[in-house]
Every structure is written in C-alpha cells, then in structure tokens.
C-alpha cells in the first residue's frame, strides 16, 4: 500500500507560479515511479508529467514543456511539481500518482496503482 498526500494548490493570476508537493508513505519511495495528471471540470484525466525512481529522466506533456518541472526527493518521500507561467488552461484538479510496477517514467493512466485525493490550482486570468 502507498499512501499520498498532495498540497500547494491554490488561487493564482496568469503568468504567476505554485509548487505542489506530494508526499508518500508506505512502500520503499525510491523504488517506484511517480506522475502527476489533472482533471478539468468536464474534461478527462490527463497526463502531465513524469519521473523515474531516480528522478533522473522525466517526460512532460507537450502543454506544459518548459513551464512545468517534477522533481523527487527520495529522502524526504516525496515529489514536486514546479509551475510556472501559468495559464488559465492549467485550472484543473491536480493528482500525484504512484506506480510500483515500475522504476520507468509512465505516462499511462492504467499504469498507477496509487493516487492522492488531488489538490485544485486555479489561475485566474
């Protein structure tokens, strides 16, 4: 079992910047991937970002190249997800997911075993 916790979302203007945090607990961190996906209203889960067991490779979906940035700290069990120059297209619930079949960067829903309850960023424009 893996237990996850997100925090760090909130309200901010376009353009601004928010540091999500997801911290587990459970099975060895280090030893498992980890993503981060959203949820707009009415729209489906999609993917956002990736890291290894590492955090040496990482994979990000074409929206969010060069504004976003996930990190890992397997010391502290947890994974970062650094936004920056947000858009008011970023508004979306955001989920920390797990996947302990994998040391690999997963970009698949169906490849996470474990998620968080979420945390809603919200950019206003």
């Known amino acids: 079992q893996v237990h996850l916790v997100e925090s760090g979302g909130g309200l901010v203007q376009a353009g601004g910047s928010l540091r999500l945090s997801c911290a587990a607990s459970?099975?060895?961190?280090?030893?498992?991937?980890m993503g981060w996906f959203r949820q707009a209203p009415g729209k489906e889960r999609e993917f956002v970002t990736a890291?290894?067991?590492?955090?040496?490779?990482?994979k990000y979906a074409d929206s969010v190249k060069g504004r976003f940035t996930i990190s890992r700290d397997n010391a502290k069990n947890t994974v970062y997800l650094q936004m920056s120059s947000l858009k008011p297209e970023d508004t979306a619930v955001y989920y920390c997911?797990?996947?302990?079949?994998?040391?690999?960067?997963?970009?698949?829903?169906?490849?996470?075993?474990?998620w968080g309850q979420g945390t809603q960023v919200t950019v206003s424009s």
């Open positions: 997911a797990a996947g302990v079949s994998w040391r690999t960067v997963r970009l698949d829903t169906g490849d996470y075993d474990y």
């Open positions: 459970g099975r060895t961190f280090s030893n498992y991937a």
């Open positions: 890291i290894n067991w590492s955090g040496a490779s990482t």
